[in-house]
């Protein structure tokens, strides 16, 4: 039960700052554990601790660590539960920026969401602010970027030939060791390899501007989509037999009169290749 109240507590946080949604509510009352409710920077006890815009949520159940994407701060921070009752950086500790390398010393300039790879012991994550798409790997103590060359566009290619733009929600397929990576700016699906970095479009609008935010997949095979500039819950309807080929897509609205609308998508040739 205090898992879940952390969880509540730092989601609502994360909810106001437009990043973070919940579509099932926790049971229990909800109360701040972490963060003293003022924006900055500081570890230390849950009661002292600061974050500032508040995005992505990652639990490591093995461990009891709650991972948290500290956008303003340009960190990942570690909230340790019920072993300690302490916040950590992981990573970002010198302020925003863009650094690969040792976590002690990586920078990241406005992390947005993450996702367990292979292990919670890899972590795949967006960096809005520098247009990338990085890796964070606990064994070996690294940073590094999987994809994109810190400058906003809409390239595909192999790791820093790609770009992207403002990325956010993100999904790891273990079976084919692919990230689906939310491309907001770029109001495009795109699929990176984390074995070469390569990157490649899978799904682009045709209906006008969609700023995709978080991303869902189901356990049967559908993909769920956040949309930050209009708001509701998209829904794409997949190819049961192949990854992400996508035909058509359809809008439940958040309201209940309003159940399906469908509207038409633009399918890439290649969408449905592996």
């Given at each position: 039960?205090?898992?879940?109240?952390?969880?509540?507590?730092?989601?609502?946080?994360?909810?106001?700052?437009?990043?973070?949604?919940?579509?099932?509510?926790?049971?229990?009352p909800?109360?701040?554990?972490?963060?003293?409710?003022?924006?900055?920077?500081?570890?230390?006890?849950?009661?002292?601790?600061?974050?500032?815009?508040?995005?992505?949520?990652?639990?490591?159940?093995?461990?009891?660590i709650?991972?948290?994407?500290?956008?303003?701060?340009?960190?990942?921070?570690?909230?340790?539960?019920?072993?300690?009752?302490?916040?950590?950086?992981?990573?970002?500790?010198?302020?925003?920026?863009?650094?690969?390398?040792?976590?002690?010393?990586?920078r990241?300039?406005?992390?947005?969401?993450?996702v367990?790879?292979?292990?919670?012991?890899?972590?795949?994550?967006?960096?809005?602010?520098?247009?990338?798409?990085k890796?964070?790997?606990?064994?070996?103590?690294?940073?590094?970027?999987?994809a994109?060359?810190?400058?906003?566009?809409?390239?595909?290619?192999?790791?820093?030939?790609?770009?992207?733009?403002?990325?956010?929600?993100?999904?790891?397929?273990?079976?084919?060791?692919?990230?689906?990576?939310?491309?907001?700016?770029?109001?495009?699906?795109?699929?990176?390899?984390?074995?070469?970095?390569?990157?490649?479009?899978?799904?682009?609008?045709?209906?006008?501007?969609?700023?995709?935010?978080?991303?869902?997949?189901?356990?049967?095979?559908?993909?769920?989509?956040?949309?930050?500039?209009?708001?509701?819950?998209?829904?794409?309807?997949?190819?049961?037999?192949?990854?992400?080929?996508?035909?058509?897509?359809?809008?439940?609205?958040?309201?209940?009169?309003?159940?399906?609308?469908?509207?038409?998508?633009?399918?890439?040739?290649?969408?449905?290749?592996?």
């Amino acid at each position: 039960m205090m898992i879940k109240r952390i969880i509540s507590a730092l989601a609502l946080c994360a909810w106001g700052a437009g990043t973070a949604l919940a579509f099932e509510p926790l049971p229990g009352p909800v109360m701040l554990v972490a963060g003293d409710g003022t924006a900055g920077y500081r570890d230390g006890s849950f009661e002292a601790a600061k974050f500032n815009g508040l995005g992505g949520l990652l639990l490591d159940t093995a461990n009891n660590i709650l991972y948290v994407a500290d956008g303003k701060n340009g960190a990942i921070r570690q909230v340790a539960l019920n072993t300690g009752n302490v916040v950590s950086t992981l990573v970002g500790k010198n302020g925003p920026g863009n650094r690969d390398g040792n976590l002690a010393s990586g920078r990241l300039q406005e992390p947005a969401q993450m996702v367990f790879g292979k292990s919670p012991e890899v972590i795949y994550l967006t960096d809005a602010g520098n247009h990338q798409v990085k890796k964070i790997d606990r064994q070996t103590g690294k940073l590094s970027t999987l994809a994109g060359n810190g400058q906003p566009g809409f390239v595909d290619g192999a790791g820093s030939e790609a770009r992207f733009s403002n990325p956010q929600g993100l999904l790891y397929f273990n079976q084919h060791h692919k990230v689906l990576v939310a491309d907001a700016g770029n109001s495009a699906l795109r699929l990176v390899d984390t074995s070469t970095g390569r990157t490649r479009t899978v799904f682009c609008s045709s209906q006008g501007r969609l700023e995709f935010q978080q991303l869902f997949y189901n356990t049967r095979g559908k993909l769920f989509a956040t949309c930050r500039n209009r708001p509701g819950v998209w829904a794409f309807r997949l190819d049961p037999d192949t990854l992400l080929s996508l035909t058509d897509i359809f809008i439940f609205s958040m309201q209940p009169n309003k159940i399906k609308i469908k509207a038409e998508l633009q399918l890439l040739p290649d969408s449905s290749e592996l």
